[in-house]
């Protein structure tokens, strides 16, 4: 399968992008910033913004001879530093745009399968949300990133796409410390609402992209929400 990929520099997307070649599949990535990401066999680097349409319609076109059959978003929202206090970067509504013109470029091409990378508590998963999660994320600018991941789980909904949303618990991200592992695991998934979320849930970005790219390749959950877990 050939892939339009979203959010490819970020620390769930390259793991997505090795998933995706490590299984032989071949792949387009939408950057931001020229050199983000490097081309290797398999991917393709194309330079713009989620937010241009024809950005988008250039990364569709950018291997003659391979048109995308879905796509995979894992684009997030960008604050000045790692602090969850620390000001939002990212202009308001990057992610909810970012999907819409996305879907909206997919269907005039005839593209209907996307995958998405969101987060638990968005949507009708904050109500089985942990409280102690809930008055983090709302005493935290986090809640700007959750209000945009709303913004995403409305407005999909009004696509005629075969979308997924994939609601992430705590991301475990990357230790450079330790030895990476080369067998991620497979991750517990929950129903829409995150029916049994735990205060103590997390998941890896590794064990994150891996479910993405198989929701994506085995056609999992379609119109439809998942929370996932490690």
């Given at each position: 399968m050939h892939f339009l990929l979203l959010g490819a520099t970020g620390r769930t997307g390259k793991h997505v992008v090795s998933e995706l070649v490590s299984q032989g599949h071949t792949a387009v990535a939408l950057v931001r910033t020229s050199g983000s990401l490097t081309p290797r066999p398999g991917l393709t680097v194309v330079t713009g913004s989620p937010l241009s349409k024809s950005d988008i319609k250039s990364a569709l076109s950018a291997e003659p001879s391979l048109?995308?059959?879905?796509a995979i978003v894992t684009l997030n929202t960008v604050?000045?530093?790692?602090?969850p206090f620390a000001p939002p970067l990212s202009p308001p509504r990057l992610l909810a745009d970012s999907c819409a013109n996305v879907c909206e470029v997919l269907e005039q091409a005839g593209i209907h399968r996307i995958v998405v990378m969101s987060t638990a508590g968005a949507g009708d998963s904050w109500a089985a949300l942990p409280w102690l999660s809930k008055a983090f994320m709302g005493w935290?600018?986090?809640k700007y990133a959750l209000e945009d991941h709303n913004l995403v789980d409305k407005e999909i909904r009004l696509t005629k796409m075969d979308w997924t949303l994939v609601r992430a618990s705590r991301l475990e991200f990357d230790d450079p410390k330790k030895e990476k592992s080369t067998d991620p695991k497979e991750v517990q998934t929950l129903d829409a609402k995150g029916s049994g979320m735990r205060m103590s849930d997390?998941?890896?970005?590794?064990?994150?992209?891996?479910?993405?790219v198989k929701a994506a390749v085995e056609g999992l959950f379609i119109k439809s929400a998942v929370v996932i877990r490690d």
């Open positions: 048109t995308p059959s879905q604050r000045k530093t790692e602090s935290t600018n986090i997390s998941v890896s970005v590794a064990s994150a992209a891996r479910f993405l």
